[in-house]
């Protein structure tokens, strides 16, 4: 068996035991892996790390299976050290005209304070990543995954350099010097308001905010992955195992790993990048249209915008769909069928802790992507039926002023 | 040909513990492998009469975490290495390869209903299957326990 110790034929994520996690894996297991400055942390609290996108990073911890850490965080707050992902801080007078000209966000109306999920788009529409662009006063901040921060990093270089070229006034900083920590659950407001001794009920979901936390500056986002109100706290490396203690502290605070904020952001039919996004898929077809703000729909001036303009008029041939499965739970790259025709393959799936039922992301053919289309998905050979089901699987619990 | 597959031939379609108590000789009947093996695979089987009895490991089952859905085999005739169902954690999937050839003939209904069983007694009541082993089966390349668990030790 453990399939996972001997690829399995016909499941590609299958992990387990040793080989357990290269699910996780986008590095090979010879490189050196990247330490977050909570490594140890980790490590003293019992994680079982692996190896994810060139860092080791705790999966789990001994106290929590994947499941139960899961419901903890949707009933209560957890901890994700989410350092590995690359921050940076982008300046100068032509700041939002540059990172316009590489994602499809309306950073000009973006309020000051305020932050957008975006796309960087290359030259055929599809998605070199996704990103959260927060806009302050003096500059944007901007989160991208750290399976990308390579090619983000030569992408945005190589049009910065045209930019400056051209005359335009535009730098880029990566963020080294902070850790990022993610503080998401129904409690998490309440934990976090103990802490600043403040009322946040006034701190929108999508808010960026510099705040002092026990002496600690730090840059709180009101964001996260995992469909729960929460935060995105960016703290000073130094001050960073200290401020998770203080996290921790609170008996209604437990440490989660990657196994649960996969789960959780499924049911809550987010997207991950190299899943359900990836260079040959277009916002448009991701269900991501909501992000390209209407000004850039009808003036464009992104990389891909002809085809993206193109797709929004005329439409797409394939779509981004949530999927209820029977039977065994549908893995990435079970094939979907419809009437005995292939149409589309799951893009991630797991069976849902919280609906207790085996969910699914995928693309179909559009027209097979509206809500109670009767589709089958293949595992291990046998055909199980499965619904189109809107998403997300459960519902947000972002935060609303 | 033994008793036991005969049976099996005479009534294809007949399942599970009755059928392997009909087949199988009485108790005096001497046990041919009265202990457990293991595969490489992280599988035990136990062999009686003829009858292998087949699950996963405890260290399997710790290496998976909390087991939430199990899919049980087909009542029918299997090759060593045939995929026989699988066994799966919210995380990931893991495919149960037949450790000897033969034929399906009953399988654990308690693990599919109540998937923890596996984690909490995986080399007891958490059994998967019960493969009646075919004339030719091959056993030789089962572990002991012993070689198991130093393939154990050798992977950590």
């Known amino acids: 068996m453990l399939s996972a110790l001997r690829f399995a ?183 976090l308001e103990s802490l600043v001794e403040k009322d946040l009920r006034d701190f929108p979901f999508m808010d960026g905010r510099f705040m002092t936390i026990k002496g600690i500056d730090c840059h709180v986002a009101r964001s996260g992955y995992t469909g729960e109100d929460g935060f995105e706290i960016s703290v000073p490396n130094n001050d960073a195992v200290e401020f998770t203690k203080l996290l921790l502290a609170s008996p209604d605070v437990e440490l989660a790993g990657l196994g649960a904020r996969d789960s959780l952001r499924l049911e809550a039919g987010l997207c991950l990048y190299g899943h359900e996004l990836d260079e040959t898929i277009t916002p448009v077809e991701a269900g991501l249209t909501w992000t390209i703000g209407k000004r850039r729909r009808a003036e464009g001036g992104f990389l891909g915008a002809s085809k993206i303009q193109d797709q929004l008029k005329n439409g797409v041939s394939k779509r981004r769909i949530g999927l209820v499965v029977q039977g065994a739970p549908a893995r990435e790259n079970a094939p979907i069928y419809a009437n005995g025709e292939l149409v589309g393959k799951v893009t991630s799936g797991c069976p849902s802790p919280s609906t207790k039922k085996n969910v699914a992301m995928g693309y179909v053919k559009n027209g097979l992507h509206k809500s109670g289309t009767e589709l089958e998905v293949e595992v291990r050979g046998r055909k199980q039926k499965a619904i189109v089901t809107k998403l997300p699987f459960v519902p947000a619990g972002y935060h609303k002023v | 040909m033994s008793l036991a597959t005969f049976s099996t031939r005479l009534f294809p379609t007949m399942r599970s513990q009755a059928m392997a108590r009909f087949a199988t000789p009485s108790s005096s009947f001497a046990r041919f492998y009265g202990t457990k093996k293991y595969t490489e695979e992280h599988e035990w089987i136990d062999i009686d009469n003829g009858i292998a009895t087949i699950g996963i490991t405890d260290h399997a089952q710790g290496s998976l975490g909390e087991i939430v859905y199990v899919q049980s085999a087909d009542l029918k005739d299997v090759e060593k290495g045939d995929t026989i169902g699988s066994v799966e954690s919210v995380k990931a999937a893991s495919d149960i390869y037949a450790p000897v050839s033969g034929k399906v003939i009953e399988v654990n209904e308690d693990v599919a209903a109540n998937p923890s069983l596996l984690n909490d007694n995986p080399e007891g009541e958490g059994w998967l299957c019960k493969i009646q082993l075919s004339s030719d089966a091959d056993v030789s390349n089962l572990l002991s326990e012993e070689a198991y668990k130093k393939l154990v030790e050798a992977q950590h």
Not at chain 1, 66 to 78: L, P
Not at chain 1, 106 to 122: A, C, K, Q, R, Y
Not at chain 1, 139 to 164: M, P, T, W
Request: with cysteine; charged share 20%; aromatic share 8%.
């Open chain 1, 9 to 191: 034929k016909s499941i590609p994520t299958v992990t387990v035991a040793r080989t357990a996690h290269r699910a996780y894996s986008a590095a090979a297991a010879s490189e050196a892996l990247r330490k977050t400055v909570l490594y140890n942390y980790h490590i003293e609290n019992g994680a079982k790390m692996v190896p994810y996108a060139g860092w080791s990073m705790p999966v789990l911890y001994s106290n929590l299976s994947v499941g139960a850490s899961h419901n903890w965080t949707r009933t209560n707050a957890s901890v994700f050290d989410v350092s590995h992902m690359l921050a940076t801080r982008v300046t100068g007078k032509d700041r939002v005209k540059f990172f316009e000209s590489l994602t499809v966000a309306d950073i000009e109306n973006l309020p000051v304070g305020s932050s957008t999920l975006s796309v960087f788009t290359n030259e055929d529409g599809g998605i070199i990543d996704d990103t959260i662009i927060c806009k302050h006063e003096d500059s944007l901040y901007v989160v991208s995954n750290a399976g990308c921060a390579d090619k983000d990093l030569a992408h945005i270089r190589a049009h910065l350099k045209e930019f400056q070229n051209k005359g335009g006034d535009a730098d880029l900083k990566i963020i080294d010097d902070h850790a990022l920590i993610a503080l998401q659950g129904p409690k998490a407001a309440a934990v």
